[in-house]
């Protein structure tokens, strides 16, 4: 669906004018409405949302609260989606921007993923391949993964979701993140060359042989994040010339030379536990989005916080939720009008939901 226009007359509004009327629009919708907000979102965004957190916290918040009759995800779509098919079917759920997209979700079509499955069932037994999807998909390819005996995951939770799918099968096929499906697997011990491929969707049969299919452990899609895979060892090791004494803490979708050259490494909400409770006169260089270092610096006034990529990264697709944008949807509800629903087809809801639901029980 693509995102119509926005009436000039809000398009024209300053800041301060559209704060005045998101706040009386927020005021009147009360308790029937819940924003959420992702930690990536920019601050003029993130002041409006009752809760903010990652995209799996994020839904499962929208899932504790069902008296809320709608949802603002301030977030991308396909974390929209997941709170779809995570909520009731009289809530609805609403992307304030329809082309908030992520462009790591957009590289695993599920076209592409079937084909990829067919072309692995000409070599191998593709019964014992689990798929892994991380969270980071369409509603489709977790479909995919539901239907075909695999589970979602998580940053925080791929390391016990890729134990599971390696205790359940002979391989696993991992998308669309190749570095959180790498560094996952060596972090489990797993060697990045002699037990790994990595699935180029665009050339045939992957840009593999069937005799590595059939060797390797892991089959890694070639997907990664345009924000994550801008941070490299370099950055790494100006920022220790730089700052005696400091900690460099990246996301694990980065790519693996990063991680390890890092002092730790995780999800979102890992980096924000372990950055904000480090004692005061910490230094940290964060390997993750702007807004998000930013906002742990401005918080954090003790201690040193920097982002590791010199040049400002952030989600260029989280920033199309403008706060104009945000007004609009509400000013509509307030006519009671439902624009920018994510409405997930049933029938893709309920496999997709075989996969969050496996994730959740191994988690
Ligand atoms: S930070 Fe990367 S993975 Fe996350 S929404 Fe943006 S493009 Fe997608």
């Given at each position: 669906m693509l995102q119509q226009p926005l009436p000039a007359?809000?398009?024209?509004?300053?800041?301060?004018?559209?704060?005045?009327?998101?706040?009386?629009?927020?005021?009147?919708?009360?308790?029937?409405?819940?924003?959420?907000?992702?930690?990536?979102?920019?601050?003029?965004?993130?002041?409006?949302?009752?809760?903010r957190g990652d995209s799996l916290k994020l839904s499962q918040l929208a899932a504790?609260?069902?008296?809320?009759?709608?949802?603002?995800?301030?977030?991308?779509?396909?974390?929209?989606?997941?709170?779809?098919i995570l909520t009731t079917a009289n809530q609805a759920v609403i992307l304030p921007n329809m082309s908030a997209g992520c462009s790591m979700a957009d590289m695993a079509s599920s076209r592409q993923v079937e084909a990829c499955w067919e072309d692995l069932a000409e070599v191998t037994d593709t019964s014992r391949i689990v798929p892994i999807t991380y969270v980071n998909s369409t509603a489709a390819l977790k479909a995919f993964v539901g239907r075909n005996g695999g589970a979602s995951c998580t940053?925080?939770?791929a390391k016990k979701v890729v134990e599971w799918a390696l205790e359940r099968g002979d391989k696993l096929l991992f998308f669309p993140d190749q570095h959180l499906g790498r560094n996952t697997a060596v972090a489990l011990g797993l060697d990045a060359d002699n037990d790994m491929l990595l699935w180029d969707p665009y050339k045939p049969f992957g840009g593999v042989t069937p005799k590595e299919v059939r060797a390797k452990r892991v089959l890694l899609w070639k997907g990664h994040c345009s924000v994550h895979g801008r941070f490299n060892v370099d950055q790494i090791a100006k920022a220790r010339q730089d700052y005696t004494g400091v900690k460099v803490i990246v996301h694990p979708e980065c790519p693996l030379d990063v991680v390890q050259a890092a002092d730790l490494n995780g999800s979102t909400e890992y980096i924000i536990k372990a950055v904000s409770e480090s004692p005061a006169g910490s230094v940290w260089a964060v390997g993750t989005e702007i807004n998000l270092v930013s906002r742990l610096a401005q918080e954090h006034p003790d201690k040193t916080i920097f982002c590791l990529d010199p040049v400002v990264c952030p989600c260029s697709t989280m920033y199309r939720i403008h706060p104009h944008y945000l007004l609009w949807v509400m000013e509509n509800l307030l006519d009671g009008v439902v624009v920018n629903q994510v409405k997930v087809p049933p029938a893709i809801a309920a496999d997709a939901r075989l996969a969050l639901d496996r994730m959740l029980a191994i988690s």
């Amino acid at each position: 669906m693509l995102q119509q226009p926005l009436p000039a007359e809000i398009t024209r509004l300053i800041p301060a004018e559209t704060d005045a009327r998101i706040a009386t629009a927020r005021k009147s919708l009360a308790d029937d409405l819940l924003i959420l907000g992702h930690h990536y979102q920019r601050d003029e965004i993130i002041k409006w949302a009752d809760f903010r957190g990652d995209s799996l916290k994020l839904s499962q918040l929208a899932a504790e609260h069902p008296e809320a009759k709608t949802i603002i995800f301030c977030g991308v779509h396909f974390m929209a989606e997941s709170a779809d098919i995570l909520t009731t079917a009289n809530q609805a759920v609403i992307l304030p921007n329809m082309s908030a997209g992520c462009s790591m979700a957009d590289m695993a079509s599920s076209r592409q993923v079937e084909a990829c499955w067919e072309d692995l069932a000409e070599v191998t037994d593709t019964s014992r391949i689990v798929p892994i999807t991380y969270v980071n998909s369409t509603a489709a390819l977790k479909a995919f993964v539901g239907r075909n005996g695999g589970a979602s995951c998580t940053s925080s939770n791929a390391k016990k979701v890729v134990e599971w799918a390696l205790e359940r099968g002979d391989k696993l096929l991992f998308f669309p993140d190749q570095h959180l499906g790498r560094n996952t697997a060596v972090a489990l011990g797993l060697d990045a060359d002699n037990d790994m491929l990595l699935w180029d969707p665009y050339k045939p049969f992957g840009g593999v042989t069937p005799k590595e299919v059939r060797a390797k452990r892991v089959l890694l899609w070639k997907g990664h994040c345009s924000v994550h895979g801008r941070f490299n060892v370099d950055q790494i090791a100006k920022a220790r010339q730089d700052y005696t004494g400091v900690k460099v803490i990246v996301h694990p979708e980065c790519p693996l030379d990063v991680v390890q050259a890092a002092d730790l490494n995780g999800s979102t909400e890992y980096i924000i536990k372990a950055v904000s409770e480090s004692p005061a006169g910490s230094v940290w260089a964060v390997g993750t989005e702007i807004n998000l270092v930013s906002r742990l610096a401005q918080e954090h006034p003790d201690k040193t916080i920097f982002c590791l990529d010199p040049v400002v990264c952030p989600c260029s697709t989280m920033y199309r939720i403008h706060p104009h944008y945000l007004l609009w949807v509400m000013e509509n509800l307030l006519d009671g009008v439902v624009v920018n629903q994510v409405k997930v087809p049933p029938a893709i809801a309920a496999d997709a939901r075989l996969a969050l639901d496996r994730m959740l029980a191994i988690s």
